[in-house]
């Protein structure tokens, strides 16, 4: 699937080759030293470069597999779904080979299988999430996913994803070993929570709903005392069958301590629910550009 952005285009390509720059980084300084296969193209191509080091000195280069692999991917995507299909993944896929070549010359930053899994991991989940972001993708299995979803409609792309990226970690086990496996697990997982920061925004924030029966009080205390903006919600109560307000506010983390002092000091029975929000957009938190 293909993404517009408002930014102007060649932005979109900077961040895509800044992106790739980090995920082959960490492909060449810890997941290929270390044998850690992480799923996707790039997991594959660690497995191949295993198994032809007796055939070809060194093995397969990655950036070769990832080329071999993509390139009958991305023609047979555009057979289905057209030739306007994926512009910016195929550039995204055809750059992460030239950045593997560029940044192969970089030593291996630790023997440390742990510490080579959390870095690593970190790493490309920041190339990945930077990617992702500028509306891409690195090709491979998320690709082949959407041909195969083409083809049996009742599977879900992710489920496709998912079921193709196990079947390349597992044969990571019975290549590399169960200790290995695990590592990479450990990798792939810090991995998506680096993308999800990236994506979802790192300033997180607390939401405050309020449930009193001194709204105006708490909503004129919390506006002067912490100068944020305040929702009255309506809401009723299915038990007493009376209409309520719930309040809403949203404030920094280090700001809900000081809510619930407020609240506390104008009604101790009332019924307070704080949640994480990642990111907020708008006046007094990220603004508008």
């Known amino acids: 699937m293909e993404f517009t952005s408002n930014r102007k285009p060649y932005m979109d390509y900077i961040i895509i080759m800044i992106g790739i720059t980090l995920l082959a980084i960490g492909l060449n300084m810890f997941f290929i030293p270390l044998d850690l296969v992480t799923g996707g193209v790039t997991g594959l191509a660690i497995i191949i470069k295993k198994l032809t080091q007796g055939i070809i ?15 009958p991917l991305f023609l047979t995507a555009i057979f289905i779904k057209g030739k306007n299909f994926g512009g910016r993944s195929l550039f995204s896929t055809m750059f992460l080979s030239v950045a593997l070549i560029y940044t192969s010359y970089l030593p291996a930053a630790t023997n440390d299988i742990l510490l080579g899994s959390v870095f690593g991991g970190a790493l490309s989940g920041a190339g990945l999430g930077l990617v992702f972001s500028a509306y891409s993708t690195t090709g491979g299995t998320d690709l082949a996913a959407s041909i195969i979803q083409h083809y049996i409609k009742h599977i879900s792309v992710a489920q496709i994803m998912f079921l193709l990226d196990a079947l ?15 590592y990479a697990i ?25 449930i009193s029966d001194y709204n105006e009080e708490i909503s004129q205390e919390i506006m002067e005392r912490l100068d944020r903006g305040v929702t009255g919600l309506q809401g009723s109560g299915k038990y ?20 619930k002092e407020i609240v506390r000091e104008i009604d101790k029975s009332a019924f307070v629910i704080v949640a994480d929000v990642k990111e907020v957009l708008g006046e007094g938190f990220i603004e508008y550009k």
């Open 57 to 71: 000195p060194g093995g397969i280069e990655p950036w070769i597999t990832n080329i071999i692999i993509n390139i």
């Open 186 to 210: 450990v990798a792939v997982f810090i991995s998506a929570k680096v993308i999800d920061a990236i994506l979802e925004g790192i300033h997180f924030s607390k939401a405050a709903f309020i």
């Open 168 to 182: 390349i970690i597992i044969s990571g086990y019975f290549i590399f070993g169960i200790e290995k496996a695990m």
């Open 240 to 259: 007493s069958k009376k209409n309520k307000e719930v309040l809403l506010c949203v404030v920094s983390k280090k700001e809900i301590v000081k809510l």
